[in-house]
């Protein structure tokens, strides 16, 4: 065999190892919860009441960081200035804390007795143990995912589209709405993914932070911890469910990068 050979066989190798490994899980999910056990789960009590507060809290969630997130990636994927890297750093540092530690550092920030609960407070807006609060976690979270990936996705568009626009009298916001976005929309639509799958699989600062309140606070994951414990069969099931919704979500928004209609998926 010759090492040409030889190393594709080992990239073959690897690469078989590593989706074995991530997609028997999930699939395991599938296969020991039959469609039954599934409409059993979703007709449970409490159970389509965690699916909707995620569907919705998810999609304000990515709304806000949408909104906010794409002008301040697009700001430092542009701009050089003293302590970028740092704020660079300070954003992506919610990606490598451990979710209890974001749960308690949302309350030292915002909580009734943090730095800035007595102004929230002050302003008739709670935060903790509410739905409100669901929205922030999910937002902390989250937004790494999609500001990290839109730099890089702005980054790597071509100055000398910008610069053109601009020549042409276009000014800076209008060039950054008519080009700048729509060049960098396959990197913003991986990194909307991203942060999609991110916010519906949020469990330990929405906990920490808004607690598990059915109808309130609880979302799909916590409503799965909730019945670990008392109906594992319970828990697989609406396991499958967030995957399924997930899976579907993701793949919208892949299509959609690519332009192509939903209905058009399996033609080909």
């Excluded at 080992?10 to 190892?17: R, W």
């Excluded at 007595?118 to 807006?125: D, F, L, P, T, Y």
């Excluded at 639509?189 to 916010?199: E, F, K, N």
Aim: net charge neutral.
């Amino acid at each position: 065999m010759s090492s040409r050979s030889a190393f594709a066989l080992l990239l073959g190798l690897c690469a078989g190892v590593v989706v074995l490994f991530l997609a028997l899980p999930v699939v395991a999910i599938f296969v020991d919860s039959s469609p039954g056990a599934l409409l059993a789960s979703l007709c449970e009590e409490g159970a389509l009441d965690a699916l909707w507060l995620s569907l919705r809290c998810t999609a304000i969630a990515t709304a806000i960081i949408l909104v906010v997130g794409t002008p301040a990636a697009y700001l430092l994927a542009t701009r050089s200035f003293r302590g970028r890297a740092a704020v660079i750093t300070a954003i992506e540092l919610p990606l490598v804390l451990p979710p209890a530690v974001a749960g308690i550092a949302l309350l030292a920030a915002l909580g009734p007795s943090g730095i800035l609960g007595g102004a929230i407070e002050a302003a008739g807006i709670r935060l903790s143990l509410a739905t409100a609060g669901v929205v922030v976690a999910l937002v902390f979270v989250a937004a790494p995912f999609y500001v990290r990936q839109a730099i890089a996705a702005f980054g790597a568009v071509d100055r000398t589209l910008l610069d053109a626009s601009r020549t042409l009298g276009v000014s800076e916001a209008g060039s950054f709405v008519r080009v700048m976005i729509p060049a960098a929309a396959p990197g913003l639509a991986a990194g909307t993914a991203l942060a999609l799958g991110r916010a519906l699989g949020e469990f330990g600062a929405t906990l920490m932070f808004a607690g598990s309140f059915q109808g309130i606070t609880q979302t799909v994951p916590l409503a799965i911890y909730d019945r670990f414990a008392t109906d594992f069969d319970a828990a697989l099931a609406l396991s499958a469910v967030l995957v399924a919704v997930s899976a579907a979500i993701l793949l919208a928004v892949k299509l959609l990068a690519r332009g192509e209609p939903l209905g058009g998926w399996g033609t080909r």
